[in-house]
């Protein structure tokens, strides 16, 4: 099936008779005749459901439908985008090991690298998206386990390499775990171009209405944890928890890390999206390839009215014409990319805070990616937590406001920020 047609009808097939719309099964757990049908749940050795910390038929259906965009072979739904990162690492990261990322990434996962998780024993170093291969090789240790990197950096815009960064992951036998939240699948598959493992924050144009805080994982399948057992114990050697079987082994390439991930760090964290919200992103998903096109459409207008602005000192746009990323973005999201735009206004964060205090349309919000335009002062907000060094090194200039234009009509949204601007 066509992308357009799996957004709409993906993940779940009524039988006869069946409801057309994905059941919400609003139940924590689920009934059995005997013990021992209950027992091989436990010992995996059936598949089914049990408790709704770890798995609930209605997450099961949209995940699937997330796990066919991407092309993968499997999915899971997460409680947010932050715990489908953390899992999609810690799946394969134990303390004592090591993760390479692209330093132009989210904040909230900047933090989760270089703080949470360092606290945890996982190091990590940070390149630049647009290092040389040689300094992506000499990022390498004998003890990393993943590299890491976002398809368009929210907020920076950067886009990534894939090819590039896929090729160095694999030449030193780890896999390539990409956020792909801005680009969804609609703009841009990162499977097709070498990553393993896909994230994202369904919070952003998945809902695509501001609703339901939330996340996903997919796995490509294409990843051969055996061929690397030395690096991955966790998939490769017996898991004493669950009565010693091999994941690696028992669901072999295109189900092992998904199933681990639930089977453990879901049981063990019980960061679930619930069944509700679920079913709130299934909506938005079946709208996703409609909307990305007028979110894009909006994006470019918008990007082009900006940077012909006197008052606008630099325009971030992965669809502009002479924009550093531009060639990355026509290899890579020949359709679109987002409708994020980072500017500069001249004068300086005081002159970025007049702006946005007469916006009218735009509103003031911590968040992207929905119907609404909004707008936000990330240096003040989101990566308050990062010195200037490290925000340079993020893309995160100190006057760079961010703009989520929605899907509203884009003469009302050039109309709205022209009317600012004359302010400042
Ligand atoms: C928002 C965001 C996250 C975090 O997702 P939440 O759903 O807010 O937890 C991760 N990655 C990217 C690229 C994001 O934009």
Not at 242 to 266: P, R
Request: some cysteine; proline content about 4%.
């Amino acid at each position: 099936m066509k992308l357009n047609t799996i957004c709409v009808q993906g993940g779940y097939t009524p039988g006869n008779g069946e409801p057309r719309q994905i059941p919400i099964i609003q139940s924590t757990t689920f009934k059995y005749a005997t013990g021992e049908d209950m027992g091989k749940l436990f010992d995996l050795e059936a598949s089914g459901y049990f408790y709704t910390r770890l798995q609930n038929p209605t997450n099961d259906h949209v995940a699937a439908k997330i796990a066919e965009l991407e092309g993968g072979t499997a999915g899971m739904l997460t409680s947010s985008g932050q715990a489908a990162n953390f899992f999609a690492l810690f799946n394969i990261c134990n303390s004592g090991d090591h993760i390479v990322s692209s330093s132009s990434i989210y904040g909230g996962t900047f933090n989760l690298i270089d703080v949470t998780m360092r606290k945890m024993g996982i190091e990590a170093t940070f390149v630049a998206p647009d290092c040389t291969e040689e300094e992506l090789a000499a990022a390498f240790r004998p003890n990393t386990k993943a590299v890491f990197g976002e398809t368009i950096a929210n907020p920076a815009l950067t886009v990534l390499d894939i090819e590039k960064f896929a090729k160095a992951a694999h030449a030193h036998g780890v896999p390539l775990i990409v956020d792909n939240t801005f680009a969804t699948p609609v703009n841009c598959r990162p499977i097709q171009w070498g990553a393993d493992i896909v994230t994202h924050s369904t919070t952003k144009y998945m809902d695509g209405h501001g609703a339901c805080v939330g996340g996903a994982i997919v796995d490509s399948g294409n990843f051969d944890w055996m061929a690397h057992a030395e690096k991955f114990p966790g998939l490769c050697t017996p898991d004493e928890s669950y009565h010693g079987i091999t994941y690696a082994e028992k669901f072999g390439k295109a189900g092992a890390f998904i199933t681990k991930c639930t089977a453990q760090l879901m049981r063990d964290f019980g960061c679930i999206q619930s069944p509700q919200h679920a079913f709130i992103l299934n909506l938005g998903l079946e709208s996703l390839h409609v909307r990305m096109a007028r979110h894009c459409e909006n994006g470019q207008a918008v990007a082009e009215f900006l940077q012909n602005h006197p008052k606008v000192g630099w325009v971030t746009y992965p669809g502009l014409p002479g924009d550093k990323y531009h060639e990355l973005a026509k290899k890579y999201l020949p359709s679109g990319s987002c409708g994020v735009v980072s500017f500069g206004v001249k004068g300086g964060r005081k002159a970025a805070e007049t702006f946005m205090s007469h916006l009218k349309l735009a509103a003031i919000e911590t968040h992207v990616a929905d119907a609404r335009t909004c707008c936000l002062h990330p240096a003040s907000t989101t990566h308050r937590q990062m010195n200037d060094e490290q925000l340079v090194a993020a893309g995160v200039s100190p006057d760079l406001v961010r703009l989520s234009c929605g899907l509203e009509d884009k003469e009302d949204l050039i109309a709205d920020l022209s009317q600012a601007l004359d302010q400042v």
